[in-house]
């Protein structure tokens, strides 16, 4: 069935107006703010550092540099430290820490979760008297003995069996150098690694 035109025209004019969404739009772009634009250099697109330095909320991800604060730490912890020879045999501890190298920070992400890492090597200076030593040596510098400790792959990445132990001697007369060298490298990785452990949770707790 036909319908007139006529009637059609008639019945749309009959019916209410609704002007479109783009005319929604236009109409009421007075009435409220424009988004922002990208790349136009509106000022809502630009993060800016605030100036108390505080960080709502660990919106920004903040690392921070530990590497001195390391370095002051292990110090702390290892100088002094006796490295467990048999007392039967001699003794021997930990003198200086020295060539520390490396990096060590504490990463904060969003929602404050922290994340403590590390990758460094160093050497500790040890020193040390064997037990063999008759009694009127005691006070001969000669009869002391001394070396280094090189510590690698002292890494957040690595399993604790991954860290390296290099021990040497230098000075110190040949019949006890050997001694006490064998002796301090049984026991560097039991004697060491309670420290490294208390350095790791001490740094991620910072």
């Not at 957040?156 to 006490?180: I, M, Q, R």
């Not at 560097?188 to 790791?200: G, K, M, S």
Request: charged share 35%.
């Amino acid at each position: 069935r036909t319908v007139p035109i006529a009637r059609l025209e008639s019945a749309r004019a009959r019916l209410p107006h609704r002007p479109s969404s783009h005319a929604k739009t236009r109409a009421h772009i007075g009435e409220r703010s424009i988004m922002a634009k990208w790349g136009e250099g509106d000022s809502r697109w630009i993060v800016q550092e605030r100036d108390d330095g505080t960080n709502p909320n660990a919106w920004h991800w903040v690392e921070r540099n530990l590497f001195k604060w390391s370095e002051e730490k292990l110090t702390e912890l290892l100088v002094g430290v006796d490295l467990n020879v048999p007392v039967v045999e001699g003794y021997a501890k930990i003198t200086t820490l020295t060539k520390f190298e490396g990096d060590s920070s504490v990463s904060t992400r969003k929602g404050g979760k922290k994340f403590g890492c590390f990758d460094l090597s160093f050497t500790l200076k040890w020193s040390g008297r064997a037990a063999t030593s008759s009694a009127e040596d005691l006070d001969d510098d000669d009869v002391e003995v001394k070396g280094e400790i090189k510590v690698k792959e002292f890494c957040s990445t690595n399993d604790e069996d991954e860290y390296e132990y290099t021990v040497s001697v230098s000075d110190g007369k040949s019949e006890v150098k050997e001694l006490l060298k064998s002796r301090v490298e049984k026991t560097v990785e039991a004697t060491l690694l309670p420290y490294f452990r208390q350095f790791a949770s001490e740094l991620q707790a910072l």
